[in-house]
């Protein structure tokens, strides 16, 4: 068997579906999230599956309630996707813990997480129901520990009289993937089809980005960087 190389992976597709990966991952991603009722559980798993689709990418899938116990996997991680349910207009307090614990545990101990790919997802009743506010609170999380943000890359979609429900990104977001539950249906229903299908969109694209982040570290390896002072 021909060991897959860093050096082909700017270009590298998708493995065909049944392909084995490969055994050494050239990158390692995690997907950390919460989910009170199970249905953003069913879009963590989404984006799990689409980060493992990209060959030489293997992935973690971790609930917030035990990542705190796994600051290891995350610290091995050339990626971190967070994901959080929508609790009035903003992360769940479970998430937010996580947030918090991440302060003393990873930014303390000399950042950590420093130039690590990240990205976010959020589900949450309402169409809007103001998921926004719950990407934009996990993006500047991610910035807060240095990290470099992935966004989700997908045409608007379901906005013309030609539109349907059944696009990618139906919902009309850019900063990460957003899915919609239905409130009198349980997780095996929803949320629909087409917002796993965003959720597996955004992990593909955060494991490509990563193989080239990995790969370009090669050539360029990152630097603490130095402060100008004039
Ligand atoms: C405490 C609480 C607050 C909520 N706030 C919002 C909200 O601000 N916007 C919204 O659209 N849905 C809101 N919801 C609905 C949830 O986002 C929705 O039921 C979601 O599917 C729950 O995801 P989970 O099953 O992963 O916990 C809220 C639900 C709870 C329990």
Do not use: C
């Amino acid at each position: 068997m021909v060991e897959a190389t860093l050096a082909d992976t700017a270009t590298r597709p998708a493995r065909p579906e049944g392909a084995v990966a490969s055994s050494t991952p050239l990158a390692r991603a995690a997907v950390v999230y919460h989910s009170g009722h199970g249905h953003t559980g069913r879009l963590a798993e989404a984006v799990h599956r689409g980060v493992t689709a990209v060959d030489g990418v293997a992935a973690v899938l971790i609930p917030v309630e035990e990542a705190q116990e796994r600051w290891s996997d995350l610290a091995e991680a050339d990626a971190i996707i967070f994901g959080s349910p929508t609790y009035v207009a903003g992360v769940s307090a479970a998430f937010k813990a996580f947030e918090e614990a991440s302060s003393r545990a990873v930014m303390t101990d000399g950042m950590g997480w420093k130039d690590k790919i990240a990205a976010g997802f959020t589900n949450s009743g309402s169409r809007s129901g103001d998921k926004l506010s719950t990407l934009i609170q996990i993006a500047l999380f991610a910035a807060q520990h240095g990290m470099h943000w992935v966004s989700l890359a997908l045409p608007p979609a379901n906005n013309s009289t030609t539109g349907s429900e059944d696009e990618l990104n139906r919902l009309g977001f850019w900063l990460g993937a957003a899915s919609q539950s239905n409130v009198d249906q349980g997780p095996d229903l929803a949320p629909p089809d087409a917002d796993l299908r965003t959720g597996e969109h955004l992990g593909r694209r955060v494991a490509e980005t990563t193989l080239q982040f990995v790969s370009g570290r090669r050539v360029a390896p990152a630097r603490t960087g130095t402060l100008l002072t004039s």
